[in-house]
Antibody
Framework: EVQLVESGGGLVQPGRSLRLSCAASGFTFDDYAMHWVRQAPGKGLEWVSGISWNSGSIGYADSVKGRFTISRDNAKNSLYLQMNSLRAEDTALYYC????????????WGQGTLVTVSS | DIQMTQSPSTLSASVGDRVTITCRASQSISSWLAWYQQKPGKAPKLLIYKASSLESGVPSRFSGSGSGTEFTLTISSLQPDDFATYYCQQYNSYFFGGGTKVEIK
């Protein structure tokens, strides 16, 4: 059974940093692309960032480009999102999601980790 | 950037109704469109990919159609479990539509 478990969320002050993790199990992690998607309270879905199986393709939403960095450790079956210079508008539930390939839809999602940016 | 516009934003319907949700792309995306269902407090679930292909395990009352810039998600006979919010996504650059909430009439 595919499982994606996010962690690392919490309350952080504006301008500070946070690192999210996603632990994957139930599939061969290094065969698949992975993504981060966020959802602000009461709002819709926003794609944040994605990474191909071998980290050869990486993409970011304009809203986070230059501040967030996605990475993966295939040996640890883990996906990461380093978030720097956090802003109030980054407050959201952050989901980790799996895709069959780069430029494919997201077939499995985790339950999310909440990031709150506030002073 | 390719923008995705869904309509309506809210839809009130009854059990048994045929429901159609529309998603329009600001430029052609061929058939690179997916539909997701999200229930309150839950992660989204993939329903349809490549505009009209049904994800494994998804009931056949869900169907998708369209290509280019206009797409539809149809629920042929709305069931109690279908009251949720639905999102389209173009996966050339991963943008989502704004969502359509399907409410009980």
């Amino acid at each position: 059974e595919v499982q994606l478990v996010e962690s690392g969320g919490g309350l952080v002050q504006p301008g500070r940093s946070l690192r999210l993790s996603c632990a994957a199990s139930g599939f061969t992690f290094d065969d698949y692309a992975m993504h981060w998607v966020r959802q602000a309270p009461g709002k819709g879905l926003e794609w944040v960032s994605g990474i191909s199986w071998n980290s050869g393709s990486i993409g970011y939403a304009d809203s986070v480009k230059g501040r967030f960095t996605i990475s993966r450790d295939n040996a640890k079956n883990s996906l990461y999102l380093q978030m720097n210079s956090l802003r109030a508008e980054d407050t959201a539930l952050y989901y980790c999601a799996k895709a069959e390939q780069w430029l494919e839809p997201f077939d499995y999602w985790g339950q999310g980790t909440l990031v709150t940016v506030s002073s | 950037d390719i923008q995705m516009t869904q309509s309506p934003s809210t839809l009130s319907a009854s059990v048994g109704d045929r429901v159609t949700i529309t998603c329009r792309a600001s430029q052609s995306i061929s058939s690179w469109l997916a539909w997701y269902q999200q229930k309150p407090g839950k992660a989204p679930k993939l329903l349809i990919y490549k505009a009209s292909s049904l994800e494994s395990g998804v009931p056949s009352r869900f169907s998708g159609s369209g290509s280019g810039t206009e797409f539809t998600l149809t629920i042929s006979s709305l069931q109690p479990d279908d009251f949720a919010t639905y999102y389209c996504q173009q996966y050339n650059s991963y943008f989502f539509g704004g969502g359509t909430k399907v409410e009980i009439k």
